[in-house]
């Protein structure tokens, strides 16, 4: 499926002011920011864009990095010498970079199969894969925030990860909408969207 162009519509506006009023959230100021904005912050902070508003992200803790290791690791090893590619944050994915460009995000663990979307900034448009691992700021900005706007824009498989649950449910992009399915920590999940493709969740959490 092709990626799509992200624009707010009133349903975008709702879940981003959601978002804003959280108490997990931390912005800037109350502008509305570009990717041009973005590049000139020197604060020495992480942030994210959302239809221009900025959300603080805050640093992962061991276990997250651990899984995070764990599944770029296996990722790695399977797409080695084929044309998808793998990256982990920090890296930026600026989903509507040809029309407002006010909307640039940081994926825990991404996969682009289309290289033509790849510069030497990051990526322009939606990757194919996509795995956000909670931590305790961002758990609403991924289950809805993110979930929304994933699916919005096209990306074909998001996974979220449950450190503490430890499972994962992973989210596949069918007729425009997310079938879910949920997988724990002693099955092997396949991606729906990468050919021989299967994680063995007993080693992402082994910890």
């Known amino acids: 499926m092709d990626s799509k162009n992200y624009t707010s519509d009133s349903g975008d506006e709702s879940t981003v002011s959601e978002a804003v009023h959280s108490e997990s959230y931390a912005r800037k100021d109350d502008r509305r920011y570009t990717y041009s904005d973005y590049l000139e912050w020197d604060d020495d902070q ?8 900025p959300f603080l992200m805050s640093a992962p803790s061991r276990w997250h990095q ?27 994915v ?17 996969v682009i199969c ?38 919005k824009v096209g990306v074909r498989e998001y996974w979220i990860v449950e450190v503490d649950a430890k499972k994962v449910s992973a989210h596949i992009l069918s007729n425009e909408d997310y079938i879910t399915r949920i997988y724990g920590e ?9 050919d021989n493709c299967t994680i063995d969740l007993a080693e992402v959490f082994d910890f």
């Open 186 to 194: 002693t099955e092997s999940a396949p991606i729906s969207v990468l």
């Open 46 to 53: 992480r942030w994210e864009l959302v239809d221009g508003v």
């Open 66 to 92: 651990k899984i995070s290791s764990n599944l770029h690791g296996m990722l790695y090893n399977i797409l080695k010498g084929k044309t998808c590619e793998i990256y982990s944050a920090p890296f930026d």
């Open 114 to 151: 289309d290289r033509e979307k790849l510069d030497d900034a990051g990526c322009k448009g939606a990757p194919d894969f996509i795995i956000e691992i909670l931590s305790p700021s961002t758990t609403n900005r991924d289950r809805f925030l993110k979930f929304d706007l994933y699916r």
């Open 94 to 110: 600026r989903l509507n970079a040809d029309t407002l460009d006010n909307t640039v995000v940081q994926p825990d663990i991404l």
